[in-house]
Protein backbone atom coordinates (compact mmCIF):
# COMPACT_ATOMS: atom_id res chain seq x y z
CA UNK A 1 0.00 0.00 0.00
CA UNK A 2 1.89 3.36 -0.58
CA UNK A 3 1.39 6.37 1.88
CA UNK A 4 -0.99 8.38 -0.35
CA UNK A 5 -3.56 5.41 -0.32
CA UNK A 6 -3.03 4.74 3.69
CA UNK A 7 -3.14 8.42 4.48
CA UNK A 8 -6.47 8.12 2.76
CA UNK A 9 -7.82 5.53 4.69
CA UNK A 10 -6.61 6.36 7.83
CA UNK A 11 -8.23 10.04 7.36
CA UNK A 12 -11.43 8.59 6.16
CA UNK A 13 -11.63 6.35 9.24
CA UNK A 14 -11.00 9.51 11.80
CA UNK A 15 -13.30 11.22 10.36
CA UNK A 16 -16.06 8.41 10.61
CA UNK A 17 -15.11 8.56 14.33
CA UNK A 18 -15.45 12.60 14.34
CA UNK A 19 -11.51 13.78 14.59
CA UNK A 20 -12.09 17.20 12.97
CA UNK A 21 -8.02 17.06 11.74
CA UNK A 22 -8.51 14.56 10.57
CA UNK A 23 -6.46 14.61 7.48
CA UNK A 24 -3.41 16.84 9.24
CA UNK A 25 -3.35 13.47 12.12
CA UNK A 26 -3.10 11.02 9.68
CA UNK A 27 -0.63 13.17 7.85
CA UNK A 28 1.55 13.50 11.21
CA UNK A 29 1.13 10.23 12.62
CA UNK A 30 2.19 8.41 8.85
CA UNK A 31 5.63 10.87 8.48
CA UNK A 32 6.27 9.79 12.24
CA UNK A 33 6.23 5.80 11.22
CA UNK A 34 8.39 6.54 8.74
CA UNK A 35 11.12 9.07 10.77
CA UNK A 36 10.33 12.32 8.79
CA UNK A 37 9.17 15.44 9.18
CA UNK A 38 5.36 15.75 8.13
CA UNK A 39 6.80 18.43 5.44
CA UNK A 40 9.33 16.44 4.16
CA UNK A 41 7.07 13.41 3.98
CA UNK A 42 4.78 14.67 1.99
CA UNK A 43 6.93 16.24 -0.87
CA UNK A 44 8.11 12.36 -1.80
CA UNK A 45 4.46 11.70 -3.32
CA UNK A 46 3.21 8.00 -3.09
CA UNK A 47 5.73 6.34 -1.54
CA UNK A 48 5.62 2.35 -1.00
CA UNK A 49 5.17 1.19 2.61
CA UNK A 50 6.20 -1.41 4.09
CA UNK A 51 3.91 -4.22 6.05
CA UNK A 52 5.48 -3.12 9.22
CA UNK A 53 4.47 -0.16 8.96
CA UNK A 54 1.39 0.03 8.07
CA UNK A 55 0.49 -2.04 11.22
CA UNK A 56 1.84 0.60 13.01
CA UNK A 57 -0.11 3.66 11.14
CA UNK A 58 -3.21 1.07 11.52
CA UNK A 59 -2.35 0.87 15.46
CA UNK A 60 -2.10 4.61 15.87
CA UNK A 61 -5.22 5.17 13.60
CA UNK A 62 -7.37 3.31 16.01
CA UNK A 63 -6.11 4.39 18.90
CA UNK A 64 -6.93 8.21 17.84
CA UNK A 65 -10.00 7.21 17.02
CA UNK A 66 -11.74 4.86 19.15
CA UNK A 67 -9.82 6.18 22.09
CA UNK A 68 -9.38 10.00 21.34
CA UNK A 69 -5.88 9.83 22.62
CA UNK A 70 -3.66 13.16 21.74
CA UNK A 71 -2.02 12.82 18.20
CA UNK A 72 1.29 14.25 20.59
CA UNK A 73 1.21 11.81 22.79
CA UNK A 74 0.71 8.91 20.23
CA UNK A 75 4.28 10.45 18.78
CA UNK A 76 5.66 11.27 21.69
CA UNK A 77 6.47 14.93 20.06
CA UNK A 78 5.10 18.74 19.66
CA UNK A 79 6.30 21.63 18.03
CA UNK A 80 6.34 24.87 20.07
CA UNK A 81 8.21 27.60 18.64
CA UNK A 82 9.38 25.79 15.72
CA UNK A 83 11.60 23.12 18.14
CA UNK A 84 9.99 19.39 18.41
CA UNK A 85 9.67 19.14 22.07
CA UNK A 86 9.27 15.55 23.69
CA UNK A 87 5.89 14.75 25.69
CA UNK A 88 4.38 12.16 27.25
CA UNK A 89 1.13 11.70 29.70
CA UNK A 90 3.27 13.21 32.09
CA UNK A 91 3.29 16.72 30.83
CA UNK A 92 0.77 19.46 29.18
CA UNK A 93 1.07 19.22 25.73
CA UNK A 94 2.86 22.76 25.20
CA UNK A 95 -0.12 25.19 23.36
CA UNK A 96 -0.30 27.78 20.01
CA UNK A 97 -1.43 30.66 22.74
CA UNK A 98 1.86 29.86 25.32
CA UNK A 99 3.75 30.33 21.91
CA UNK A 100 1.89 34.21 22.10
CA UNK A 101 3.98 34.70 25.49
CA UNK A 102 7.24 33.40 24.47
CA UNK A 103 6.74 36.03 21.00
CA UNK A 104 6.07 38.61 23.16
CA UNK A 105 8.44 38.17 26.07
CA UNK A 106 10.94 37.79 23.39
CA UNK A 107 10.71 40.85 21.69
CA UNK A 108 10.24 42.96 25.19
CA UNK A 109 13.74 41.94 26.65
CA UNK A 110 15.46 42.00 23.01
CA UNK A 111 19.15 42.51 23.95
CA UNK A 112 18.38 41.94 28.05
CA UNK A 113 19.48 39.12 30.44
CA UNK A 114 17.28 39.00 32.50
CA UNK A 115 17.43 36.04 34.88
CA UNK A 116 13.94 34.18 34.54
CA UNK A 117 11.86 31.80 36.83
CA UNK A 118 8.89 29.19 34.87
CA UNK A 119 6.71 28.35 37.86
CA UNK A 120 5.30 24.93 36.66
CA UNK A 121 7.75 24.10 33.82
CA UNK A 122 6.03 21.09 32.22
CA UNK A 123 8.00 19.95 29.18
CA UNK A 124 9.79 23.08 29.41
CA UNK A 125 8.60 24.92 26.51
CA UNK A 126 8.82 27.98 27.33
CA UNK A 127 11.78 28.39 29.14
CA UNK A 128 13.43 26.68 26.62
CA UNK A 129 11.81 28.37 23.64
CA UNK A 130 13.20 31.58 25.80
CA UNK A 131 16.44 31.52 26.53
CA UNK A 132 17.31 30.27 22.73
CA UNK A 133 16.27 33.40 22.22
CA UNK A 134 18.07 35.13 24.98
CA UNK A 135 21.49 33.68 24.56
CA UNK A 136 22.91 35.04 27.57
CA UNK A 137 19.69 34.92 29.62
CA UNK A 138 20.21 32.18 32.85
CA UNK A 139 16.76 30.72 34.30
CA UNK A 140 15.09 28.50 37.08
CA UNK A 141 12.62 26.26 36.15
CA UNK A 142 10.17 24.51 38.97
CA UNK A 143 7.36 21.84 38.70
CA UNK A 144 5.47 20.25 41.56
CA UNK A 145 5.89 17.14 39.33
CA UNK A 146 9.21 15.19 39.43
CA UNK A 147 8.28 13.40 36.01
CA UNK A 148 7.66 16.45 34.00
CA UNK A 149 11.10 17.71 35.19
CA UNK A 150 12.64 14.85 33.86
CA UNK A 151 11.51 15.60 30.27
CA UNK A 152 11.72 19.60 30.49
CA UNK A 153 15.57 18.50 31.42
CA UNK A 154 15.37 16.15 28.30
CA UNK A 155 14.20 19.20 26.26
CA UNK A 156 16.66 21.56 27.30
CA UNK A 157 19.70 19.06 26.68
CA UNK A 158 18.42 18.44 23.18
CA UNK A 159 18.27 22.44 22.65
CA UNK A 160 21.43 22.76 24.43
CA UNK A 161 19.97 25.61 27.24
CA UNK A 162 21.22 22.79 30.31
CA UNK A 163 23.78 25.06 31.56
CA UNK A 164 21.56 27.88 31.67
CA UNK A 165 18.71 26.05 33.92
CA UNK A 166 18.46 25.11 37.20
CA UNK A 167 15.73 22.35 37.74
CA UNK A 168 14.06 21.98 40.82
CA UNK A 169 11.28 19.91 41.86
CA UNK A 170 9.21 21.79 44.18
CA UNK A 171 5.76 23.43 44.77
CA UNK A 172 5.87 27.40 44.28
CA UNK A 173 4.33 27.40 48.22
CA UNK A 174 7.77 26.14 49.16
CA UNK A 175 10.14 27.54 47.23
CA UNK A 176 11.94 30.76 48.04
CA UNK A 177 14.82 30.84 46.69
CA UNK A 178 16.75 33.77 44.18
CA UNK A 179 15.04 36.82 43.25
CA UNK A 180 14.44 37.08 39.45
CA UNK A 181 13.33 39.80 36.89
CA UNK A 182 11.36 38.09 34.80
CA UNK A 183 9.03 35.36 36.28
CA UNK A 184 6.60 33.22 34.04
CA UNK A 185 3.57 30.66 34.66
CA UNK A 186 1.16 28.67 32.75
CA UNK A 187 0.04 27.37 35.75
CA UNK A 188 -3.40 24.83 35.76
CA UNK A 189 -6.83 27.16 35.57
CA UNK A 190 -9.08 25.10 35.00
CA UNK A 191 -11.69 25.23 37.48
CA UNK A 192 -13.30 21.95 39.03
CA UNK A 193 -16.58 22.24 37.85
CA UNK A 194 -15.40 23.03 34.42
CA UNK A 195 -13.74 19.63 34.20
CA UNK A 196 -16.31 17.70 32.99
CA UNK A 197 -17.03 20.32 29.63
CA UNK A 198 -13.33 19.34 28.52
CA UNK A 199 -12.32 17.48 25.19
CA UNK A 200 -12.48 13.92 26.11
CA UNK A 201 -8.73 13.49 24.89
CA UNK A 202 -7.52 16.56 27.71
CA UNK A 203 -9.83 15.11 30.11
CA UNK A 204 -8.77 11.64 29.58
CA UNK A 205 -5.16 11.99 28.89
CA UNK A 206 -3.11 15.16 30.13
CA UNK A 207 -2.34 14.73 33.63
CA UNK A 208 -4.38 16.28 36.09
CA UNK A 209 -2.02 18.11 38.07
CA UNK A 210 -1.31 20.21 34.98
CA UNK A 211 -5.02 21.15 34.30
CA UNK A 212 -6.99 21.22 38.26
CA UNK A 213 -6.80 24.94 39.87
CA UNK A 214 -8.82 24.24 42.13
CA UNK A 215 -12.70 25.21 43.26
CA UNK A 216 -12.95 28.50 41.20
CA UNK A 217 -9.61 27.95 38.93
CA UNK A 218 -7.72 30.09 40.62
CA UNK A 219 -5.62 28.50 43.34
CA UNK A 220 -2.44 27.78 41.84
CA UNK A 221 -2.60 31.56 39.86
CA UNK A 222 -3.17 33.11 43.73
CA UNK A 223 -0.15 31.13 44.88
CA UNK A 224 2.24 32.64 41.57
CA UNK A 225 1.07 36.22 42.55
CA UNK A 226 1.59 35.82 46.28
CA UNK A 227 5.06 34.40 45.75
CA UNK A 228 6.33 36.69 42.67
CA UNK A 229 5.63 39.65 45.13
CA UNK A 230 8.27 38.21 46.84
CA UNK A 231 10.86 36.95 44.69
CA UNK A 232 10.68 39.60 41.75
CA UNK A 233 13.77 42.23 41.59
CA UNK A 234 12.35 45.48 41.81
CA UNK A 235 10.72 46.52 38.64
CA UNK A 236 10.80 42.63 37.40
CA UNK A 237 7.66 41.30 35.33
CA UNK A 238 5.40 38.61 35.97
CA UNK A 239 4.08 37.22 33.06
CA UNK A 240 0.96 34.79 33.61
CA UNK A 241 -1.29 33.14 31.72
CA UNK A 242 -4.98 32.47 32.30
CA UNK A 243 -7.73 30.93 31.58
CA UNK A 244 -10.78 31.94 29.75
CA UNK A 245 -13.47 34.54 31.53
CA UNK A 246 -10.64 34.84 34.60
CA UNK A 247 -8.56 38.13 33.77
CA UNK A 248 -11.60 40.01 36.02
CA UNK A 249 -10.53 38.17 39.17
CA UNK A 250 -7.00 38.28 38.25
CA UNK A 251 -6.47 41.43 37.55
CA UNK A 252 -8.13 42.36 40.99
CA UNK A 253 -5.82 39.71 42.98
CA UNK A 254 -2.65 41.35 41.24
CA UNK A 255 -3.96 44.66 41.94
CA UNK A 256 -3.80 43.58 46.00
CA UNK A 257 -0.56 42.16 46.11
CA UNK A 258 0.65 45.30 44.67
CA UNK A 259 1.16 44.48 40.58
CA UNK A 260 0.65 47.08 37.69
CA UNK A 261 -0.25 45.78 35.04
CA UNK A 262 1.94 46.66 31.78
CA UNK A 263 0.58 44.00 28.90
CA UNK A 264 -2.55 42.44 27.97
CA UNK A 265 -2.23 39.77 25.67
CA UNK A 266 -5.47 38.03 23.48
CA UNK A 267 -5.42 34.19 22.03
CA UNK A 268 -6.53 33.96 18.34
CA UNK A 269 -9.71 34.00 19.14
CA UNK A 270 -9.41 37.36 21.29
CA UNK A 271 -9.87 36.26 24.45
CA UNK A 272 -7.63 37.87 27.28
CA UNK A 273 -4.81 35.28 27.63
CA UNK A 274 -1.95 36.74 29.49
CA UNK A 275 -1.45 39.17 31.74
CA UNK A 276 2.15 41.22 32.07
CA UNK A 277 2.32 43.00 35.39
CA UNK A 278 5.23 44.74 36.90
CA UNK A 279 5.44 45.40 40.92
CA UNK A 280 4.11 49.06 41.87
CA UNK A 281 6.55 50.95 44.02
CA UNK A 282 5.68 53.92 45.08
C1 LIG B 1 -0.62 24.06 32.57
S1 LIG B 1 0.86 23.11 32.87
C2 LIG B 1 2.03 24.13 32.01
C3 LIG B 1 3.20 23.36 31.45
C4 LIG B 1 4.11 24.21 30.54
N1 LIG B 1 4.67 25.34 31.26
C5 LIG B 1 3.36 24.68 29.31
O1 LIG B 1 3.08 25.88 29.21
O2 LIG B 1 3.04 23.85 28.43
C6 LIG B 1 1.12 23.48 34.58
C7 LIG B 1 2.32 22.83 35.26
O3 LIG B 1 2.37 23.29 36.61
C8 LIG B 1 2.75 22.23 37.47
N2 LIG B 1 2.24 22.57 38.82
C9 LIG B 1 1.00 22.41 39.31
N3 LIG B 1 0.90 22.90 40.56
C10 LIG B 1 2.14 23.40 40.87
C11 LIG B 1 2.69 24.05 42.02
N4 LIG B 1 1.96 24.28 43.10
N5 LIG B 1 3.99 24.43 41.99
C12 LIG B 1 4.76 24.18 40.89
N6 LIG B 1 4.29 23.58 39.77
C13 LIG B 1 3.00 23.20 39.75
C14 LIG B 1 2.13 20.99 36.84
O4 LIG B 1 2.80 19.82 37.25
C15 LIG B 1 2.28 21.30 35.34
O5 LIG B 1 3.48 20.76 34.83
Known amino acids: MTSNELIKKG ?4 K ?3 IKSHII ?39 RALKKEPVAYLINKKEFWSMNFNVCKDVLIPRPETEILVETLAKYFKGHNPFILDIGTGSGCIIVSLLQELKNSKGVAIDISNKALKIAKKNSRIYNTSKRIKFINASISNFNSFKFDLIIS ?9 FKNLDIGIKKFEPKLAL ?6 LDVIRKVI ?13 AIEIGNGQYKKVS ?5 N ?16 CILSVQNHY
Not at 50 to 59: A, D, G, R, V, Y
Open 186 to 194: NPPYVARHQ
Open 25 to 63: DAEILLSSISGESREKFLLKSNLEMSQKQIKSFNNLITR
Open 226 to 238: YKSRKILKNNGML
Open 258 to 273: KFKEKFLINDYKDNIR
Open 212 to 217: DGGNDG
Open 11 to 14: SNFL
Open 16 to 18: KNK
Open 252 to 256: QILKL
